[in-house]
């Protein structure tokens, strides 16, 4: 099946047969040189089961991308691919497009990215290959291994020094609490950053979270956010100051919201709305449920910056709305509104706001 020629070679999709004979004949080394963008488009029009699962099981450092006969085949859309041998596909493209959806602009994307970013592209694959059989605490540890490894490269070095310096805004208050009932409602409170996620709100987030866990007269913890928007991520002026990336690690596996919420053994609900960028969806994502307002726009943009998300979301969005999507939706920096997130599962209801 052939796309955009514009996009060279790569852009081509290889019956899966031709693409398992490649990836066996081939070193690393050499995929390297045979594949300058690292991706390969497998043809899954009439691929054989056990030949995807070959290709698959080699895990190779490459993107691999299942294109269909086109978004309307049998399944699409319905969240579980067609043949348990594409369950090991990196995407699948039946699976994230939608009835009509333009196949050959999907793939122009998705290859320019990979191409743009390459090694946060083969980073977040790998990383999210092993989500399945890893408990959320563990994949937090590998999620946050693979963050300081890219923070240490040199994409980000180029983000960071194409981007002028801005100085930090700390709030006052940056998370309020209120007891109603058994019920602890913890609202961000930096409506003037968008509810940008410093390290300030982080760690009021933590020990809030870590004080209802050890209540017993709590039944229910609800994250909500003051202003229009849930969370613009990570507050970018704080990005790349860390002076030392290992100590960073252990900082940030130790100190981090979503283990938390996961260890929380009280119902956690999640009502989000607005913006909700990076942390502002890889943090409430963890709760047992997600209410969405309407007006929510949702988006994992830590690829343009030459990173993996950081705060959670290979966990916690991959364990909602599995793997292939995931990798699709950071691969692309694509934003999902409220019934897109609904149908995939990454909210569990859609309501306007209280």
């Given at each position: 099946?052939?796309?955009?020629?514009?996009?060279?070679?790569?852009?081509?999709?290889?019956?899966?047969?031709?693409?398992?004979?490649?990836?066996?004949?081939?070193?690393?080394?050499?995929?390297?040189?045979?594949?300058?963008?690292?991706?390969?488009?497998?043809?899954?029009?009439?691929?054989?089961?056990?030949?995807?699962?070959?290709?698959?099981?080699?895990?190779?450092?490459?993107?691999?991308?299942?294109?269909?006969?086109?978004?309307?085949?049998?399944?699409?859309?319905?969240?579980?691919?067609?043949?348990?041998?594409?369950?090991?596909?990196?995407?699948?493209?039946?699976?994230?497009?939608?009835?009509?959806?333009?196949?050959?602009?999907?793939?122009?994307?998705?290859?320019?990215?990979?191409?743009?970013?390459?090694?946060?592209?083969?980073?977040?694959?790998?990383?999210?290959?092993?989500?399945?059989?890893?408990?959320?605490?563990?994949?937090?540890?590998?999620?946050?291994?693979?963050?300081?490894?890219?923070?240490?490269?040199?994409?980000?070095?180029?983000?960071?020094?194409a981007r002028p310096p801005?100085?930090?805004?700390?709030?006052?208050q940056p998370l309020l609490?209120?007891?109603?009932?058994?019920?602890?409602?913890?609202?961000?409170?930096?409506?003037?950053?968008?509810?940008?996620?410093?390290?300030?709100?982080?760690?009021?987030?933590?020990?809030?979270?870590?004080?209802?866990?050890?209540?017993?007269?709590?039944?229910?913890?609800?994250?909500?956010?003051?202003?229009?928007?849930?969370?613009?991520?990570?507050?970018?002026?704080?990005?790349?100051?860390?002076?030392?990336?290992?100590?960073?690690?252990?900082?940030?596996?130790?100190?981090?919201?979503?283990?938390?919420?996961?260890?929380?053994?009280?119902?956690?609900?999640?009502?989000?709305?607005?913006?909700?960028?990076?942390?502002?969806?890889?943090?409430?994502?963890?709760?047992?449920?997600?209410?969405?307002?309407?007006?929510?726009?949702?988006?994992?943009?830590?690829?343009?910056?030459?990173?993996?998300?950081?705060?959670?979301?290979?966990?916690?969005?991959?364990?909602?709305?599995?793997?292939?999507?995931?990798?699709?939706?950071?691969?692309?920096?694509?934003?999902?509104?409220?019934?897109?997130?609904?149908?995939?599962?990454?909210?569990?209801e859609v309501a306007a706001?209280?």
């Amino acid at each position: 099946m052939a796309v955009s020629t514009a996009l060279g070679a790569q852009a081509q999709a290889l019956p899966a047969a031709s693409a398992l004979d490649l990836v066996r004949s081939l070193s690393p080394a050499d995929l390297a040189d045979v594949f300058p963008v690292p991706i390969l488009l497998v043809d899954l029009a009439d691929a054989r089961p056990d030949e995807v699962a070959a290709l698959t099981a080699r895990r190779p450092p490459l993107v691999l991308v299942g294109v269909g006969p086109g978004a309307d085949r049998p399944g699409a859309g319905s969240g579980s691919p067609s043949s348990p041998a594409e369950a090991g596909l990196d995407v699948l493209l039946p699976e994230v497009l939608a009835p009509g959806d333009d196949v050959d602009a999907a793939v122009a994307t998705l290859v320019r990215a990979v191409g743009e970013h390459p090694e946060a592209a083969v980073a977040l694959v790998g990383l999210l290959r092993m989500s399945g059989r890893l408990e959320p605490l563990d994949g937090l540890v590998a999620e946050s291994l693979a963050y300081s490894t890219l923070l240490a490269g040199a994409d980000f070095a180029r983000w960071l020094a194409a981007r002028p310096p801005r100085e930090h805004r700390p709030s006052a208050q940056p998370l309020l609490a209120r007891r109603d009932g058994d019920r602890l409602v913890l609202t961000f409170n930096r409506p003037e950053a968008r509810n940008a996620f410093d390290t300030v709100t982080r760690d009021a987030l933590v020990a809030a979270l870590r004080a209802a866990a050890a209540d017993d007269t709590l039944t229910e913890v609800a994250l909500t956010a003051a202003g229009p928007a849930f969370g613009a991520g990570g507050d970018l002026t704080q990005f790349g100051t860390a002076p030392d990336l290992a100590r960073a690690h252990l900082v940030r596996t130790g100190a981090s919201a979503g283990a938390e919420i996961v260890r929380c053994p009280h119902r956690t609900v999640a009502h989000i709305h607005g913006a909700c960028v990076g942390a502002g969806i890889e943090i409430p994502a963890f709760a047992d449920r997600v209410v969405a307002a309407p007006d929510v726009a949702i988006q994992l943009p830590e690829l343009r910056l030459g990173l993996v998300p950081g705060a959670g979301g290979t966990v916690s969005v991959t364990r909602r709305i599995g793997r292939r999507r995931t990798a699709w939706t950071v691969l692309t920096s694509a934003f999902l509104d409220a019934p897109t997130a609904l149908r995939w599962g990454l909210v569990d209801e859609v309501a306007a706001s209280r």
